[in-house]
């Protein structure tokens, strides 16, 4: 799926974004139209989610680009070319 090209406003870029969302009862949440704009999310996008074991209360969220995805197919050759160039490679690695 791919994002349409958008203006930002840097003013409301630069703003900071909180929302509350509860936790149902299979670990499923809705996430907050807020949060969703800041990040660009739209349906079907993959959300990292992160948490610090120093700071649990604090969990980072980034939407995963998938609009690259194989953009660079056939640069470094075929599929089986670099499988044969990697295979190679590592034979090395035991001299």
Do not use: C
């Amino acid at each position: 799926m791919s994002h349409a090209v958008k203006t930002v406003d840097p003013q409301r870029t630069l703003r900071r974004r909180e929302a509350v969302a509860r936790l149902r009862p299979k670990n499923q949440l809705t996430l907050p139209e807020p949060i969703a704009d800041a990040l660009d999310a739209r349906p079907d996008d993959h959300l990292v989610f992160e948490a610090d074991p120093l700071r649990p209360d604090v969990v980072t969220v980034r939407r995963v680009r998938t609009d690259w995805a194989g953009a660079l197919t056939g640069t470094y050759g075929t599929t089986e070319e670099v499988r044969a160039f990697l295979r190679e490679e590592h034979g090395d690695w035991d001299t």
